[in-house]
T-cell receptor, first 114, second 110 residues
Framework: DVKVTQSSRYLVKRTGEKVFLECVQDMDHENMFWYRQDPGLGLRLIYFSYDVKMKEKGDIPEGYSVSREKKERFSLILESASTNQTSMYLC?????????????FGPGTRLTVT | QKEVEQNSGPLSVPEGAIASLNCTYSDRVSQSFFWYRQYSGKSPELIMSIYSNGDKEDGRFTAQLNKASQYVSLLIRDSQPSDSATYLCAVRCRDDKIIFGKGTRLHILP
């Protein structure tokens, strides 16, 4: 079974703090993704990565950065957290060779910025 | 702007009946289509993927794809209370990005 894990289920941070969200997958997937999900807005892609040290902006990259130093790990960084970044953050991974583009999600991190 | 449209619901279906969930998409050259189930407070879980026109069955679930009409659906037979969830349609577009619909809330009435 594909397993995607995220470092925290719930996180509370203060405005202006630097926040790190970690994601690890154990299926040797090439692709990894960060989304946020908000009521009424659905899933929105923040950043994705097709390979180690590679990153691509998604639809809403402002205020975020990412790091992928190892194939299995993809980190999302909020440089200076703001209240409008309060959301559910979801990490996903997928292959590019077999069953391409089927994304498998981690359990999510519910981030509250106060 | 590529879009994936779903009726937000809630769609209420009696237990044991067939639930029919629909999705339309705007990118005519889309090749891959996915259905995810998301329980409240949980992350999306892949149920089915479909790549060719026609029907694909997996247990109580059937995905139907009509590329000419840019339409994909999910049928759930013998609906159970545990099927109550939000169902997300997702489409792979020509630039390989996956676009998600906002989901349809399904409520199975006991």
């Amino acid at each position: 079974d594909v397993k995607v894990t995220q470092s925290s289920r719930y996180l509370v941070k203060r405005t202006g703090e630097k926040v790190f969200l970690e994601c690890v997958q154990d299926m040797d997937h090439e692709n990894m993704f960060w989304y946020r999900q908000d009521p009424g807005l659905g899933l929105r892609l923040i950043y994705f990565s097709y390979d180690v040290k590679m990153k691509e902006k998604g639809d809403i990259p402002e205020g975020y950065s990412v790091s992928r130093e190892k194939k299995e790990r993809f980190s999302l960084i909020l440089e200076s957290a703001s209240t409008n970044q309060t959301s559910m953050y979801l990490c996903a991974s997928s292959r590019i060779r077999t069953d391409p583009y089927e994304q498998y999600f981690g359990p999510g991190t519910r981030l509250t910025v106060t | 702007q590529k879009e994936v449209e779903q009726n937000s619901g809630p769609l209420s279906v009696p237990e044991g009946a067939i639930a029919s969930l629909n999705c339309t998409y705007s990118d005519r050259v889309s090749q891959s289509f996915f259905w995810y189930r998301q329980y409240s407070g949980k992350s999306p879980e892949l149920i089915m993927s479909i790549y060719s026109n026609g029907d694909k069955e997996d247990g109580r679930f059937t995905a139907q794809l009509n590329k000419a009409s840019q339409y994909v659906s999910l049928l759930i037979r013998d609906s159970q209370p545990s099927d109550s969830a939000t169902y997300l349609c997702a489409v792979r577009c020509r630039d390989d990005k996956i676009i998600f619909g906002k989901g349809t809330r399904l409520h199975i009435l006991p």
